[in-house]
């Protein structure tokens, strides 16, 4: 049974560049989550998706926005990079997305995305 | 505003000895709470969550957290310690139990290092 799976693990962009990041879901999994966690710190929430829509988001600029596609998988997208962009990004998933975070979840191990 | 505060950065337990790891927040209402884990270079795991009945929750792992709803504290616990418990550890609270409008704030976590 595969769990959280999240592509590039490792990429390095400029100032300035577009970055879309890949995640699949546990299998039995309908609702996606993005986290962003920098060097030291806890993850910080950016977005969750359900039934294809965003469906939470927290304090994060419109640069950052997302995807969600028929078979749950999710893209998260950042435009216009800069150097605070600089983090691990974490992709969750978990099943019930209709009460929002009650559900435990299933984390993948990130991609680490450096900005130069 | 809404937060949960893990006061220690770093925990030294030797190996056998009870530990405990701090979480406290600050939130409204009646909140969900989890404690994840964290290796080195991997995402997240579930260790328990609290949402409503014994104030004593078992998890993963043989840990255990103890809910005080009048100190707003939700403080991990494990009798026996292991050299493999070694990791980072996090709190997050989730202010709007089974809300789709509900968002999660983790804490800026704890290290735990457990010594022979």
């Known amino acids: 049974d595969a769990g959280v799976t999240q592509s590039p693990t490792h990429l390095i962009k400029t100032r300035g560049q577009q970055v879309t990041l890949r995640c699949s879901p546990k299998?039995?999994?309908?609702?996606v989550s993005w986290y962003q966690q920098a060097l030291g710190q806890g993850p910080q929430f950016i977005f969750q998706?359900?039934?294809?829509?965003?469906?939470q988001r927290g304090n994060f600029p419109d640069r950052f926005s997302g995807h969600q596609f028929p078979n749950y998988s999710s893209e998260l997208n950042v435009n216009a990079l800069l150097l605070g962009d600089s983090a691990l990004y974490l992709c969750?998933?978990?099943?019930?997305?209709?009460?929002?975070?009650?559900?435990?979840?299933?984390f993948g191990d990130g991609t680490r995305l450096s900005i130069l | 505003a809404q937060s949960v505060a893990q006061p220690e950065d770093q925990v030294n337990v030797a190996e056998g000895n009870p530990l405990t790891v701090k979480c406290t927040y600050s939130?409204?209402?009646?909140?969900?709470l989890f404690w994840y884990v964290q290796y080195p270079n991997r995402g997240l795991q579930f260790l328990l969550k609290?949402?409503?009945?014994?104030?004593l929750v078992k998890g993963s792992y043989g840990f255990e957290a103890e809910f005080n709803k009048s100190q707003t504290s939700f403080h991990l616990k494990k009798p026996s310690a292991l050299v493999s418990d070694s990791a980072l550890y996090f709190c997050?609270?989730?202010?709007?139990?089974?809300?789709?409008?509900?968002?999660?704030?983790f804490g800026s976590g704890t290290r735990l290092s457990i010594r022979p």
């Open positions: 969750a998933s978990s099943f019930g997305g209709a009460g929002g975070f009650n559900q435990p979840q299933h």
């Open positions: 299998s039995g999994h309908d609702t």
């Open positions: 997050a609270v989730t202010p709007l139990r089974g809300s789709s409008a509900s968002k999660i704030i």
């Open positions: 939130v409204s209402g009646n909140p969900y």
């Open positions: 998706y359900y039934e294809e829509e965003e469906r």
């Open positions: 609290y949402i409503t009945g014994d104030n």
